[in-house]
């Protein structure tokens, strides 16, 4: 470890550089954060008074939604006036193919999850939370179960596998039968807040050990790594370290996709770090790594009946190469949730996913804009 001190005469500042080895700082960290703590971290949590200070806490720590929207989790929590919370989903799906980063979660750190989950209730004001995992996770859903135990406040609902089961609409109409209305309206306008597993976690931590969000864990993938795992990383991390922990990149024709197979997208630089958003890397190789040969549309309706948001991604991908944005407002292009189930179905290898997102950045920046002019 070495101190440095410097002046800087432009800003008229003093600075102290500390230089540590990753060595030391892990240790350090570890030191801290690693502990458990039982008894809840906020001032009045017995006497039903914590609510303002737990999303206080989760602001100062950063937390965001781990789920890969990385929407603010404060901002989520803080209940618009009108409103009523009536209940908590924590979303254990994760229905995207290859990632297992919230399953191995749920597994290995389910007290921490159980708990930042009733920190959640506490802040939203709610009774009752419902914990959603696919079926294909058995061994999750009866861990979970064992550690709730005779308690009522948090159930663990077993869902059907089914992508993409893990979008926020679709869990809510799953959990609750409650379909949320297209937007601007938002899961509170029908009584339902939802945080990703990973999220709870960090929530725990926050709360309990004033832990900062500076690491999640992430699955590294694909049918040719040589050593598939699920690393707990610091973010900042560069994405080529992590690669080169499991085996390394695979000889031939390669595709690295931050995220999954679906939703994900892919890299032109793995030297990039690792961010909060990202819940896994995907290696795809061969013809998985290739895009097919665009051919003209052929009118089959497979991407209409494909989309869960009953959307029409081939007439939506048409008015986004015509930059016919006030067509794709009327449309509905803000509900699209990217989920890629029309571009996977897609006989004729269009890339309705790339011109789907396009439009909808495009028409929500046109919102926002005329938003402000309000």
Not at 153 to 167: E, H, N, R, S, W
Not at 351 to 372: E, H, W
Request: proline share 6%.
């Amino acid at each position: 470890m070495s101190l440095k001190s410097t002046n800087n005469i432009e800003t008229n500042k003093h600075e102290v550089v500390v230089e540590v080895s990753a060595e030391v700082f892990n240790k350090a960290v570890n030191d801290v954060y690693r502990k458990e703590v039982k008894k809840i971290n906020v001032p009045g949590f017995r006497k039903g008074k914590a609510p303002k200070a737990i999303i206080e806490k989760i602001k100062e720590a950063g937390i965001v939604g781990m789920g890969g929207a990385t929407f603010p989790t404060h901002v989520k929590l803080s209940i618009p006036d009108g409103k009523k919370a009536e209940i908590l989903i924590i979303n254990g799906v994760e229905c995207e193919p290859y990632l297992t980063s919230d399953y191995r979660t749920m597994l290995e750190r389910g007290e921490q999850l159980i708990a930042g989950t009733r920190i959640l209730m506490r802040a939203i004001g709610v009774t009752t939370a419902v914990i959603g995992v696919e079926a294909n996770k058995p061994d999750a859903v009866k861990h979970l179960c064992g550690i709730i135990g005779s308690a009522t406040d948090i159930k663990v609902q077993m869902l059907k596998t089914q992508y993409p089961q893990g979008g926020e609409k679709q869990l809510i109409a799953a959990v609750t039968g409650r379909e949320v209305p297209a937007p601007p309206a938002l899961p509170i306008d029908v009584g339902a807040v939802v945080c990703n597993a990973s999220t709870a976690v960090a929530v725990y931590e926050a709360v309990q050990k004033n832990k900062p969000l500076i690491e999640r864990v992430i699955t590294v993938t694909g049918s040719a790594v040589a050593q598939p795992k699920n690393l707990l990383t610091r973010f900042g991390t560069p994405i080529e370290a992590l690669i080169a922990k499991c085996g390394g990149i695979p000889e031939g024709d390669v595709k690295v996709i931050n995220g999954g197979p679906m939703m994900g997208r892919a890299l032109s630089n793995i030297a990039m770090p690792a961010m909060k958003g990202c819940s896994g890397i995907t290696i795809m190789v061969g013809d998985a790594a290739k895009r097919g040969t665009e051919s003209a549309c052929i009118k089959c309706a497979k991407c209409v009946e494909a989309c869960p948001m009953g959307l029409e991604p081939y007439l939506l991908s048409k008015q986004a190469r015509k930059k016919a944005w006030d067509a794709m407002e009327s449309n509905d292009i803000t509900s699209c949730i990217e989920c890629g189930c029309c571009q996977f179905t897609c006989p004729a290898n269009i890339p309705l996913l790339d011109y789907v997102r396009l439009g909808k950045q495009s028409v929500m920046g046109i919102i926002r804009a005329r938003n402000m002019k309000k």
